[in-house]
């Protein structure tokens, strides 16, 4: 049976949820390890917020949802988490839980990881992660990007042969973003100071991509 792994980073994240406790920090600002795993259960158990999490004049509500489940016991939340979503959810259906999940807990787990003190280092990722991770990276690179007034290359330095840059977002002048796929997906996803990429451009065009708003 083909590796899951949308499963594999739950359950990772989950079980570093249970070690660290409700109050460790994370890579979301203002969030301790307690508001992220009620963001994670409220975003499976209910569907009625999730329009906040896109949309500005909802996201009163979703916070509103997140912050009520965060009020419960911290470890009903992170058994929640590692159950999984509930069957009548949309994450529930088959193949919705790796298209969806994926990436999510990839980042988040790293969230955790790299906020606590002394930080940590890159994962060793099994190679078809990686491959999600990329096909994330470009795939949700226009969503992430939206709005940034550059254009933005991605370089993957994984692979044993140098690779092209590949331009996710149209605009001039062009930044290039180079670095294993879980590194590019963190940068364009917010997580820009700690992921480990390298950039080339226009000094005036990467200032602009580094203080732009990314991601969701």
């Known amino acids: 049976m083909p590796t899951s792994h949308a499963r594999t980073e739950r359950a990772a994240l989950a079980e ?29 158990h209910r569907p009625d917020s999730a329009p906040g999490i896109m949309l500005a004049p909802l996201a009163g509500y979703t916070e509103k949802v997140r912050l009520r489940q965060a009020a419960k016991p911290y470890e009903q939340s992170v058994r929640q988490v590692a159950d999984g979503p509930p069957k009548l959810s949309v994450f529930g259906i088959p193949g919705v839980d790796a298209a969806a999940n994926t990436m999510e807990y990839f980042i988040h787990l790293e969230d955790v990881r790299r906020a606590q003190p002394g930080g940590a280092e890159p994962r060793e990722l099994d190679p078809e992660l990686t491959e999600i991770l990329w096909k994330r990276a470009r795939g949700a690179a226009r969503m992430a990007l939206r709005g940034v007034p550059v254009g933005v290359a991605l370089r993957r330095t994984d692979t044993a042969t140098g690779q092209p840059a590949q331009t996710v977002h149209k605009g001039t002048p062009v930044v290039t973003l180079s670095g294993h796929p879980g590194e590019l997906l963190l940068y364009l996803f917010g997580r820009k100071d700690q992921a480990r990429v390298e950039i080339e451009g226009e000094a005036a065009a990467i200032e602009t991509l580094r203080t732009a708003r990314t991601g969701l």
């Open 16 to 44: 570093l949820l249970r070690v660290l406790g409700p109050d460790a920090p994370t890579l979301c600002a203002g969030w301790t390890t307690r508001d992220l795993a009620a963001h994670l259960v409220v975003r499976e």
